[in-house]
C-alpha cells in the first residue's frame, strides 16, 4: 500500500497518518499549504526536501486549513479505528509519530508574534495521561500568539501544577485529558482551586471531556469565579 502521487497533496498527509507512512509526510504537508493557498510557484525543492520561500503571513491560513482539514481530520480516522477494534494499539502509536511530524513541518508556516509576553499559561497533560499531540497544539498556537507558556508535559501530578503556579503565576491554567477515567483529575484540579480561592482561569481540553462535564464540575459546590472553560479546539482556548 503506498500512496498515489496524484492525489492532492492534503490526501497524501492523510493517507499517510491513517496508514504509518512516516516517510514523505513533510513534503506532503508542504505541498498541501502551497495548494490551499493557490501557490505552487513557492515550492522549493533542497535536495528532495521541500520548504516554503515566502514569510508566514502569507502560508498561516493554509497551514491552518491543512491542520483542520487534513491532519486532524486523519487522528478523527484513527481513533474512530482504534474504538472500533480495527487498528491496534501500536499503530495508533505510529499514526501518533507521523502526526507529530506533520505538525512539526506545520508549525514552520504559521504566524509567530514576537516581542512582548500577552501573559502566561502553564499548561499539561494531567496525572495518567499520556496523550500530549492536541496538548503540543495548544503549546504551539499560544506561543505564536504572544503567549508564554511553561509547558509540564504529560501524566502531570496536580502537585507539580500548583508548584509552578506558585513559581511563575500564570494569567491561566490549561489541562488536557483524553481519557474518561483521567478527566476526573480536572475535577480534582477545580475542588482544589475553588476551596483555595486560586483566582486563575482554568481551560480544560481533550477528546475525554465536553461542556456539560465542565459545566459540571464548574458548579459542582459552588462557583469558581475565575471560571472553568471548556475548549473544544485550541483556538476556542486561544478566544478564552
Ligand atoms: C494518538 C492516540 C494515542 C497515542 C498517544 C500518543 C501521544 N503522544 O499523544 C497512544 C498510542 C500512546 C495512545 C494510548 C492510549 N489510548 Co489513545 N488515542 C489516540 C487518538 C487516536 C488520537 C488522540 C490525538 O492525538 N488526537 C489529535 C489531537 C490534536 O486532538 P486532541 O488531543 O483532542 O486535542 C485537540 C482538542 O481536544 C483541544 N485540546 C486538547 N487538550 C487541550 C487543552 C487545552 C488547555 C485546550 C485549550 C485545548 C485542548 O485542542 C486540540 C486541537 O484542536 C485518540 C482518539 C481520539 N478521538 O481522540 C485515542 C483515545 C484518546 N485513546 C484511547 C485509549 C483507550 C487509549 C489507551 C487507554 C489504550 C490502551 N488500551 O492502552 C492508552 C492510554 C494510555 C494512557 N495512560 O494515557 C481512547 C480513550 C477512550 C476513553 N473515552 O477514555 C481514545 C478516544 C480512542 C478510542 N476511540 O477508543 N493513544
Known sequence: MDVDP???????????????????IENDVVSAIAEKIGKNEIIKNNNGALSLDVPQTITHDGAIRT?????LPAMKEVGDKFGSGELILPFVLKSAECMKAAVG???KYLVKEEGTSKGKLVLGTVYGDVHDIG????????????YTVYDLGKQVPLQKFLDKIDEVKPDAIGLSALLV?????MQYFVEHARKNNMGIPILCGGAAINSNYINRIA????????GVFYCNTMFEGLKT
Open 219 to 226: 458548579k459542582e459546590g459552588g462557583i469558581y469565579e475565575s
Open 135 to 146: 496538548k503540543n497544539l495548544v503549546k504551539t498556537i499560544f506561543q505564536n500568539n504572544g
Open 181 to 185: 477515567s483521567t478527566s476526573k483529575q
Open 6 to 24: 496524484t492525489w492532492a497533496p492534503g490526501k497524501r498527509a492523510y493517507f499517510r497518518i491513517l496508514n504509518r507512512l512516516k516517510d514523505g
Open 105 to 107: 513541518e506545520l508549525e
Open 67 to 71: 491542520l483542520n482539514e487534513d491532519l
